[in-house]
């Protein structure tokens, strides 16, 4: 049994479903707003809602699911948004909510795997959103921002059992996740304030968890891992203004914990060399090296290498009682 339910006010809107047991349902409200639903395969349900004007579900115009068992539902207030679904797989699920105007939304990016799932939020105005593909399974974004001017962005290339999770709040903040050929990765970002820039990547590997959390304004928090490394864990905490930590592991069970309060507090390697020529990253590179960092109060500044196996470093920095 097929059942489409369109419902446009002072709008235009084009559908197609193929296949049965679909059910798409799209209400528009206000001037100017555009959609387009396609769906194919069997017991696929998507359901979208435009409240205000010149709104369109892009790139050209898709929500589109193919595959079995795709649930997605975009719902957008304000004025001037884009947004679009597309999913291809089994039993995946999307959903985006978008509330203010100029905003950019795009959920389940050409996923082909099975039993994703992608959840964007956003309130507020011009803010940035990307979720997650593709070609991995049970991979989980999440995607939430608060406030204007935000870019979030959460992908995963080809690996299985991934988890992205990036949080906002306030404005002009930045956040990327990505992890590539890589299984069981975690990746997580919470920032608090505005202009702030987190970015965590892993890269040909394996079971790596990246974790980066900033409150306050204009910090940078970077962490990176490279080839094919297994059981990397690194995590970065940084409250107050101006603070940059940046970081990357190569190779095997290399562990970094960075904590750092106060305010132009910085973690970096050393001067750009003939291997590294554009970048000064903190890096680690061998199997079982182990590094953490404390600084505390204002303009600490660590410059930071290991290289070799299991070597372990404890940094403490800033006033002492």
Do not use: C
Not at 137 to 142: F, G
Not at 171 to 196: F, K, P, R, V
């Amino acid at each position: 049994m097929k059942k489409l339910i369109l419902s446009a006010l002072a709008a235009s809107a084009m559908s197609a479903a193929y296949a049965q047991s679909n059910t798409a349902s799209l209400s528009q409200s206000g001037n100017s707003n555009q959609a387009q639903i396609a769906q194919q395969g069997s017991g696929n349900q998507l359901s979208a809602s435009q409240l205000g004007s010149f709104n369109h579900m892009d790139q050209q115009l898709p929500m589109l699911q193919k595959g079995n068992n795709n649930i997605g539902s975009v719902t957008v207030v304000g004025d001037d948004n884009s947004t679009f679904l597309i999913q291809e797989g089994n039993s995946n699920k999307a959903t985006a909510s978008t509330k203010g105007n100029g905003n950019y939304v795009a959920v389940g990016v050409a996923w082909s795997g099975n039993q994703n799932e992608a959840f964007v939020s956003q309130t507020g105005d011009a803010n940035y959103a990307v979720a997650g593909g593709s070609e991995g399974s049970y991979n989980i974004t999440t995607v939430k921002q608060t406030g204007s001017r935000n870019a979030g962005e959460a992908l995963f290339y080809t690996g299985n059992s991934n988890n992205a999770t990036i949080t906002q709040t306030g404005d002009g903040n930045s956040g990327y996740a990505t992890a590539i050929e890589g299984s069981n990765n975690q990746l997580s970002i919470a920032q608090t304030g505005n202009n702030n820039d987190a970015n965590v990547n892993t890269g040909y590997s394996s079971n790596n968890q990246l974790t980066i959390t900033q409150s306050g304004n204009g910090n940078t928090g970077y962490a990176q891992v490279q080839g094919w490394g297994a059981g990397n864990q690194a995590s970065i905490s940084q409250s107050g203004n101006v603070n940059t930590a940046r970081l990357e592991q190569t190779s095997y069970g290399n562990t970094a914990t960075i904590i750092q309060e106060g305010n132009s507090n910085t973690l970096q390697g050393f001067a750009p060399s003939s291997y590294f020529p554009y970048d000064n990253n903190a890096r680690q590179s061998g199997a079982g090296n182990m590094l953490n960092l404390t600084q505390t109060g204002d303009g600490n500044t660590l410059r930071f290498g290991q290289t070799g196996n299991n070597n372990t470093a404890t940094v403490t920095q800033g006033p002492q009682n």
